[in-house]
């Protein structure tokens, strides 16, 4: 059982820099996969970044190069580091986590644990 809590999201102008921060309870973090989803307005939740209990990271193509995804075990924390930032970027951010280490960590049905989300608003 983890409870998760989203932070860093503002507002920003395209090409600037955003740091989310994903903090969770538990004593259990290092077992965990961990994902960072976002969902813009009238859209689907889609997936962005996903790092393994093992350090095996995936990205979706639409922001590979631009955001990193890394874990502080010893913090319980997740950051997203997101630069280059594009108006397409805008929308609510989620962090997820799971106990299982499925072979697909893009969707959203492996996730059990999710947090309340962060606002990121990229301006032109």
């Known amino acids: 059982q983890v409870q998760l809590v989203e932070s860093g999201g503002g507002l920003v102008q395209a090409g600037g820099s955003l740091r989310l921060s994903c903090a969770a309870s538990g004593r259990t973090f290092s077992s965990y996969a961990m994902g960072w989803f976002r969902q813009a307005p009238g859209k689907e939740r889609e997936f962005v970044a996903a790092?393994?209990?093992?350090?095996?990271?995936n990205y979706a193509d639409s922001v590979k190069g631009r955001f990193t995804i890394s874990r502080d075990n010893a913090k319980n924390t997740v950051y997203l580091q997101m630069n280059s930032l594009k108006t397409e970027d805008t929308g609510v951010y989620y962090c997820?986590?799971?106990?299982?280490?499925?072979?697909?960590?893009?969707?959203?049905?492996?996730?059990?644990?999710w947090g309340q989300g962060t606002q990121v608003t990229v301006s032109s």
């Open positions: 997820a986590a799971t106990a299982q280490d499925p072979w697909s960590v893009v969707r959203t049905t492996v996730y059990v644990y």
């Open positions: 790092i393994r209990r093992s350090g095996g990271i």
